[in-house]
């Protein structure tokens, strides 16, 4: 896999000494003439044990298949595993532009659907508030949603600096009563998605997942991280991380 990926990274100089990571491949089932065939599409890689806390190392999709989402799928899966564990992540610093560009399109996503109430636990841990909140910049009267970025962090799996950067990049970012807290009407946020064109299709489910029985998910509530390196629907790979040079540091 490492060898196959120096085909299409140019920072992809380490292939050796990968006994420390996991690899998770995608392939895409078709039929022809009624015969199934299964095509390679990419894959992401991930160490096992990380010391700097990353949960994803290099991830790439053949040139036949970008384009389609197939980026977005493996980073969305890469968070998916991470919220198994129940704990958080985020990608390697400092990330490529096209890297940066494939996360903050899945940062946007993952947090405005949390918000919205997407997913069955936000449903049960938004906080309805019913009282005004007098000085706020957008004039909330009541029926707010307030989420704290802990939750936030929690429910999406996304680091909390990551939540703090992309709410703050959204304009939903609030400072009340001595913290940082969420708090968004439905209006706002439809306002917000229109605004940034966010696609809040879904690209996996979670319940699909069948985990090796040997696969540990039961770590602690601490951060890890989420290396950077596929892009969205209009890109093909990106680097993790600019200039990184560690095993699987660079998409």
Same mark, same amino acid.
């Given at each position: 896999m490492c060898l196959l !990926?120096?085909?299409?990274?140019? *920072? =992809?100089?380490?292939?050796? #000494?990968?006994?420390?990571?996991?690899?998770?491949?995608l392939l895409v089932k078709s039929t022809d003439n009624g015969e199934t065939r299964y $095509?390679?599409?990419?894959?992401? !890689?991930? &160490?096992k044990t990380s010391v700097e806390r990353n949960n994803l190392a290099c991830i790439l999709v053949l040139p036949p298949f970008r384009g389609q989402s197939y980026g *977005?799928?493996?980073?969305?899966?890469?968070?998916?595993?991470? =919220?198994? &564990?129940r704990t958080t992540g985020g990608p390697e610093q400092p990330l490529s532009s096209q890297g940066f560009h494939s996360y903050r399109s899945y940062w946007r996503r993952a947090i405005v659907q949390t918000l919205l109430g997407e997913s069955l636990s936000a449903n049960?841990?938004?906080?309805?508030?019913?009282?005004? +909140? =007098?000085?706020?910049?957008?004039?909330w009267e009541h029926g707010q949603r307030i989420f704290s970025l802990s939750r936030l962090a929690l429910l999406t799996g996304i680091r909390i600096e990551d939540?703090?950067?992309?709410?703050?990049?959204l304009g939903l970012l609030e400072f009340w009563l001595g913290r940082h807290i969420v708090c968004v009407a439905d209006e706002t946020l439809r306002k917000v998605i229109a605004e940034? %064109?966010?696609?809040?299709? +879904? %690209?996996?489910?979670?319940?699909?997942?069948?985990?090796? =029985?040997?696969?540990?998910?039961?770590?602690? #509530?601490e951060?890890?991280?989420?290396?950077? !390196? *596929? $892009?969205?629907d209009s890109s093909s790979n990106a680097d993790t991380s600019s200039g990184s040079d560690s095993?699987?540091? $660079?998409?």
């Open positions: !990926s120096k085909l299409f990274l140019d *920072q =992809k100089t380490i292939y050796y #000494d990968i006994g420390n990571f996991l690899f998770y491949i $095509s390679f599409v990419g894959y992401f !890689s991930k &160490e *977005q799928l493996l980073i969305e899966l890469s968070y998916e595993l991470t =919220k198994l &564990e049960i841990h938004v906080l309805q508030n019913e009282c005004a +909140l =007098k000085g706020h910049k957008h004039g939540v703090l950067f992309t709410l703050d990049d940034h %064109r966010i696609n809040l299709a +879904l %690209r996996s489910d979670p319940n699909g997942m069948l985990l090796d =029985k040997g696969q540990d998910c039961s770590a602690p #509530d951060a890890m991280d989420v290396c950077d !390196s *596929q $892009s969205d095993p699987e540091g $660079s998409d």
